[in-house]
């Protein structure tokens, strides 16, 4: 590479020698000898395994012809035994019963039904609409809510006391969680907030309900109360 190097530099530099000359001098690296070093190498080693293999005496070409190509057939050909006859079942999707799971209680002649004379202002169940299956929450729903219609119903009906006065009606009452400092239900008529998941008793704590949402707003003290 070295010797290829100084020849390359004396031609360009000499313009008498690239005037008698037609030599292409290309710039060259390592890689490239190696390549073609490689493969001079290859292609004597094939020419010395040549010449210790012998002319092959088979002939290159067949004594007879090939035979003709087989045509495609235009019809299909037919067997001695006879054909199978697939056994195919009918398509039978979509047959299939559905099994339901819960049911309606007033569908089923539940006892819990409202009678039928509840006056129209009293909330019955919804009308059941016949369907393959119904929530087992949603029938204890509906159950619920006409055990609730029958018993205002029945309340609303009550006979008139001895005096003749209406016997008053019971009115359902809505249970609230207490609070343990003051006994008074966990509502903000009570004087009861919450905020960031801690409870708040006006009662106990001595302030409003509005300065302990500030209070907390700021992260002050109040978020201990």
Known sequence: MRDYGVIRDVVLGSP????????????LNQ????????????????????LSVGQSSTPTVASEPLPPALSKLRERPTY??????FNIQEDASGQASQ???????????????????????????????????????TAWRWKKKAEAAAAAAASST??????????????LKHEHYLCKQC??????????SRFRGV?????????????????MKRGGAGQGQ
Not at 80 to 85: G, I
């Open 158 to 171: 009550a006979p008139p006391a001895a005096d003749g006065q209406p016997v008053p009606t019971k009115r």
């Open 80 to 85: 001695a035994h006879p054909a199978y006859d």
């Open 31 to 50: 890689r490239t000898l190696t390549q073609w070093y490689n493969a001079r190498k290859k292609k004597q080693e094939q020419e010395v395994l040549h």
């Open 183 to 192: 006994g008074q239900p966990k509502t903000k008529e009570f004087g009861h």
């Open 16 to 27: 008498g020698l690239m005037a008698r000359t037609r030599i292409q001098l290309f710039e």
């Open 99 to 137: 099994r339901v799971r819960g049911h309606h209680p007033l569908a089923s002649g539940d006892a819990t039904a409202a009678p039928a004379s509840a006056t129209p202002d009293t909330p019955t169940a919804p009308a059941t609409q016949p369907g393959p299956k119904v929530p087992r929450t």
């Open 199 to 215: 409870h708040f008793c006006a009662t106990a704590a001595g302030k409003t309900v509005e300065q302990w949402v500030e209070e």
